[in-house]
């Protein structure tokens, strides 16, 4: 069980090189990010294992992967959808040679051998795992900058995008989520760097998910809480609370 459920939270992560929503802009820290993420992309032997977290080209990379490095404090605006796209992308290129290291295509033991790469990679994957996390929050944000200057009939050109960009989140926050029963024996520093990201996301998340989607969602939150630590109770409410509304506007309104 451990297994299935540990390889879903990077199932998500690679998903998330699917999503291709269009407008322009930049973002400084995303540039920054990728930049230092294409020199580890090009780094890489494909005939050897992945570069390991001592290397400089990943300890510079792994220093500018925090949330508020990339993002920054402002708002989400509709011009970011292109930059917070090439990240989402840039991602799933950094995580496959780590995920899928050693492993032949057709393995009939891929998930104990994902959970495996998981563990001896958490330096790399845990800051990454949660990077992609908070980006997807900010892509559906800035989807919803975008699609609050449609017009009603131009809205269903959107939907695909919508739909790929809950569908990534939702695989995150139930991978993780379902993953807390048994994270004792996990990668530790995947569960501490997941439960922040998921903590300081599900305001947006929870924003851009239908009302039904929201409450499955808020469900699976009060089954993980009771099997955490008491030092998490504070983050673990606050990702219930926001689940728990009953607002529909936004994202929210263009239903599935």
Known sequence: MRYRITAAV???LLL?????????????GIDEFIRRA????????????????SDP?????????????VFGQGPDMAQDLD?????RQTLGKLVRPYVLEGIAPGATDMQAAIAANIRKYEAVLAPLSALAMDGGAHAL??????TGSLAKGDRESVMKDIRELRQAEIQMYTGFLTMMPMYEDGPLAMHVAMLAAASDSAPAVARA????????????????AAFSKPDESA?????KQAFDGKECVGLCAFGE
Do not use: C, W
């Open 83 to 87: 930059r917070l796209t090439l990240l």
């Open 209 to 224: 998910l239908t009302v039904p989607q929201r409450r499955d969602m808020y469900f699976k939150v009060v089954r993980a």
């Open 235 to 239: 983050r673990f409410e606050s990702i």
């Open 38 to 53: 294409n020199a580890v992309i090009a780094a890489q032997n494909p005939a050897g294992p992945p570069l390991p977290a």
């Open 10 to 12: 990077l199932a998500a």
């Open 141 to 146: 944000s800035a989807m919803s900058a975008h």
């Open 16 to 28: 998330i090189a699917l999503s291709v929503p269009a407008v322009a802009q930049n973002r400084p």
């Open 57 to 69: 080209r990943v300890q510079a990379l792994l220093a500018s992967a925090s949330a508020k490095t």
